[in-house]
């Protein structure tokens, strides 16, 4: 698999987390939107 390919299954497995996982953690309030957005900066 060369550079480019890894890179979309890395970033496919990212937006799969967020949208499975992280979304959800923002429904019960168990993360802070400002938290994250520091992070993301």
Known sequence: MDLRGM?????RAIKEV???NISNDYKS???????T???AL
């Open 7 to 11: 890179q979309e299954v890395i970033d």
């Open 18 to 20: 967020w949208v499975s």
């Open 29 to 35: 309030y168990f993360l802070l939107k400002e938290d």
């Open 37 to 39: 957005l520091k992070n």
